[in-house]
């Protein structure tokens, strides 16, 4: 009989493309989501800021409590990478640690019962992976690590220097996933940007542009996490004209002040994010999304009226919003002038209004239109729904779209139809499917 394997996947859709190599290397089990019945669970970890990490911790406590005797639990990641000696000590419900370098061995690990922690961050290469989610849509990492110095981030510490796949690696990976019938891709890194700057070239995403559109079966692809200082009008540019890439430009601004950005070590100032993301804002049928951090230390009142202020004027799609947390190894930590926590929760509260303004205007903006969705399967709000999202948004991240119709019966999943926006429902859009796409 077959072993059975639970596996939790926490943080970021990097962290997912780990999970998919391990459960490519344990292809030998069956996957069950029920914990009590397990005989591997694996906790891949986040380890990036305190909510992460807490929630890292619960799934670890949590899995423990539900498992049956016998069985093995293993703990992989960022959390066990950055906290490894710490970790080991006290976690004595865990059976086996490793964390950001092993995750094609993963297999070795559990089979000799030994916790590995190689000095090297794994970067994926071809190797199978097991992609979840969906039948149509899969991430490809372009790199592991990143260059940049962001003072409120530890991820380099952990992570390590960039280190980029090799273009033919990536253009062999999706051309095998192609033949497996996906069609939709997200590209993605700490810094995707940065693409190939490891190897002394300026626009490494021009040229996965150029390869990528010459593989022939995608529909659909777009690029996540670009990062303002190795971001070109030249690269805005060619993603704007290439007919397969969408007008998707997910970049990480974290603040607007001059002061503010360079306390963070952003790199970029005021004047040249708003040339890039007024360029973006511009180009058809964009989607412009980003993120910023509230109560970074030194924020002062007039420095945070100024973010307000501009996530009022400008028509983001949408905005991820982030409480600054005090993370040790990174040069905030050290910073005086701590924002107090209540200032930042005030601060939040008031932004989340602006926020959620703009991604109301955003999904009025789509009423009437007829857009390309992709059904992802039955939708989260009632089972006479069926869950899509605009073929040119990202999973999991822009929301869900509700079928609640169709000029063609019925509709298979992993598919993408035509469909006209008929409706919103809360922050939902509703709609009607009429064909094919
Ligand atoms: S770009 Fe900045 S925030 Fe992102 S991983 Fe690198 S250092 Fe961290």
Redesign the pocket.
């Known amino acids: 009989m077959k072993k059975k394997l639970h596996l939790v996947s926490l943080g970021c859709n990097k962290n997912l493309v780990d999970s998919e190599v391990m459960l490519g290397r344990l292809s030998a089990y069956e996957l069950c989501d029920e914990p009590s019945l397990a005989d591997v669970l694996i906790v891949n970890t986040c380890g990036f800021i305190g909510p992460a990490k807490e929630e890292s911790l619960n799934t670890i406590f949590s899995l423990h409590e539900a498992r049956k005797k016998e069985s093995l639990l293993v703990v992989a990641g960022c959390l066990t990478e950055r906290y490894k000696e710490e970790l080991m000590q006290e976690l004595k419900e865990v059976d086996l640690f490793t964390g950001v370098g092993d995750y094609d061995k993963i297999d070795e690990i559990i089979a000799l019962k030994q916790n590995r922690f190689s000095p090297k961050t794994y970067l994926l290469n071809e190797e199978e992976r097991i992609i979840t989610g969906s039948t149509a849509h899969a991430y490809i990492k372009l790199s592991e690590g990143?260059n940049?110095?962001?003072s409120?981030?530890a991820?380099?510490g952990f992570k390590g220097k960039l280190l980029s796949r090799t273009l033919e690696s990536l253009i062999k990976e999706v051309t095998a996933l192609v033949k497996k019938g996906y069609y939709d891709f997200s590209f993605i890194s700490?810094?995707s940007s940065s693409f190939l700057r490891d190897i002394g070239e300026k626009e490494g995403l021009i040229q996965l542009i150029d390869a990528v559109e010459n593989i022939e079966g995608i529909k659909s692809a777009r690029i996540l996490?670009l990062?303002p200082t190795t971001t070109s009008n030249a690269l805005i540019e060619r993603i704007i004209a290439s007919p397969l890439f969408h007008n998707y430009f997910d970049m990480?601004i974290q603040h607007i002040n001059d002061v503010m950005l360079k306390r963070m070590k952003r790199g970029a100032g005021r004047e040249r994010i708003i040339e890039q993301l007024t360029l973006m804002r511009n180009a058809p049928e964009s989607f412009v999304r980003t993120s910023f951090i509230i109560g970074h230390p030194g924020e002062s009142d007039a420095e945070f009226e100024e973010l307000l202020t501009f996530a009022k004027d400008f028509d983001f799609d949408r905005v991820n919003l982030f409480a600054y947390s005090d993370e040790e190894d990174t040069s905030a930590y050290s910073m005086e002038d701590k924002v107090d926590a209540k200032i930042t929760t005030k601060r939040i509260k008031q932004i989340d209004k602006v926020v959620q303004s703009k991604t109301k205007k955003s999904l009025k903006n789509e009423l009437k239109k007829e857009v390309t969705l992709l059904i992802e399967g039955p939708s989260s709000e009632h089972e006479f729904f069926m869950g899509a999202r605009k073929l040119s948004w990202a999973p999991s991240i822009d929301g869900e779209i509700l079928v609640n119709d169709s000029d063609i019966g019925e509709l298979e999943v992993g598919l993408s139809y035509s469909a006209t926006i008929t409706d919103i429902a809360g922050d939902k859009l509703v709609a009607t499917v009429t064909k094919l796409a």
């Open positions: 990143c940049q110095a962001c409120f981030c991820i380099p700490q810094d996490y990062y990480p």
